[in-house]
C-alpha cells in the first residue's frame, strides 16, 4: 500500500485531500484507481505516529481526494533518537540520511566539527538540505514512516551542546572508549519515552578537544567493538542497536 504524508489543512472531517506533486505520481506513475486505498501521515512538526488508512474517492487534475477507512498506531519508535552527523566527504551524508530514517531516527543535524573536510556557505548549505530532506521523506515514504526526520541546520558544537543540552540520555561513540559491557549497561538502561542523543564525528573521528568538551556537557563515550568503524557505519550501528533495544 502506497504511503503519503499531507499537510494539517489537506484534513477536513473524514476525507484528506492530497495536492502537488503527489498528484501527478498517484495518477499517471503508480496509475492509482478511485476505491484502492493508500496510507496518509500528517507532515509537519509536531506529527502524530498515527497512520490513516483511506480509500480514494475522487481524481482530478489537480487533487486526489481519499475517505479514512480506519486508523492505526504507526511505526515510530517509543523514544525520539537524534543523530547529531559530523559533515562526511562526498555524497555520504545523502546515504547515512537514506539508511537512519529507515532505522528510526526522529531527527537528524548535521555537524560541523573540526576534523569535518566539508564546508558549507549559506547557499550550499540551503540547496544540500533542501535534497537532504527530500531524501528523507523518500526513505520515510518507503520505510512507512508516519513521521518524516526533519534534518536541521548545520550546527557548530557549541549549538550541538545547546541543542542537546535537555535530551535524556547523550551518547558518544569513540575510539578510545573501553568496555563493550558499559555500552550494553548504558543501552539497556534507556527508558520508554527518553531522548536520545548520538553524536558522530566526520572522517578522523571526534577531535580530543571536542571530546572533552562534549563529555563535560554530558555525552557518555561508548564503545562499537574492537574495529574502527567509518563515519557512515558508526551512527547506523548505534541506531541499529537502539531500534533492537527500544522497538516494540
Same mark, same amino acid.
Given at each position: ?30 496509475? /492509482? ?67 537512519? *530514517? ?14 569535518? *573536510? ?42 550541538? /551542546? ?35 542523543? *548520538? ?6 573521528? *571526534? ?42
Amino acid at each position: 500500500m502506497y504511503h503519503f504524508f499531507v499537510q494539517e489543512s489537506a484534513f477536513s472531517g473524514n476525507e484528506i485531500r492530497i495536492t502537488g506533486e503527489d498528484v501527478n505520481h498517484i495518477k499517471n506513475v503508480l496509475r /492509482l484507481k478511485c476505491g484502492e486505498q493508500i496510507i496518509i501521515s500528517r507532515k509537519e512538526e509536531p506529527a502524530s505516529d498515527v497512520d490513516y488508512y483511506c480509500s480514494i474517492t475522487d481524481i482530478t487534475e489537480n487533487e486526489v481526494t481519499a475517505c479514512v477507512d480506519w486508523t492505526e498506531e504507526g511505526r515510530e519508535l517509543p523514544n525520539k533518537i537524534y543523530l547529531f552527523q559530523g559533515l562526511p566527504k562526498s555524497d555520504k551524508m545523502e546515504l547515512i540520511i537514506q539508511k537512519a *530514517v529507515e532505522l528510526g531516527v526522529h531527527e537528524i543535524i548535521p555537524v560541523a566539527a573540526k576534523r569535518s *573536510v566539508v564546508k558549507l556557505d549559506n547557499k550550499k548549505e540551503e540547496s544540500k538540505r533542501k535534497r537532504w530532506q527530500a531524501i528523507s521523506e523518500s526513505a520515510a515514504k518507503q520505510s512507512k514512516r508516519s513521521i518524516i526526520p526533519e534534518i536541521k541546520p548545520v550546527m557548530s558544537m557549541k549549538e550541538v /551542546l545547546q541543542y542537546a543540552a535537555s535530551m535524556d540520555v547523550k551518547l558518544m561513540p569513540y575510539e578510545n572508549a573501553k568496555g563493550i559491557a558499559q555500552t550494553r549497561r548504558m543501552v539497556s538502561e534507556i527508558q520508554r519515552g527518553q531522548s536520545v542523543a *548520538v553524536i558522530i564525528g566526520p572522517e578522523g573521528g *571526534v577531535d580530543p578537544e571536542e571530546a572533552e568538551h562534549l563529555k563535560a556537557g554530558g555525552f557518555y563515550p561508548v564503545t562499537l567493538g574492537k574495529r574502527i568503524l567509518r563515519t557512515e557505519t558508526a551512527g547506523l550501528m548505534m541506531l541499529s542497536v537502539l531500534m533492537y533495544h527500544l522497538g516494540e
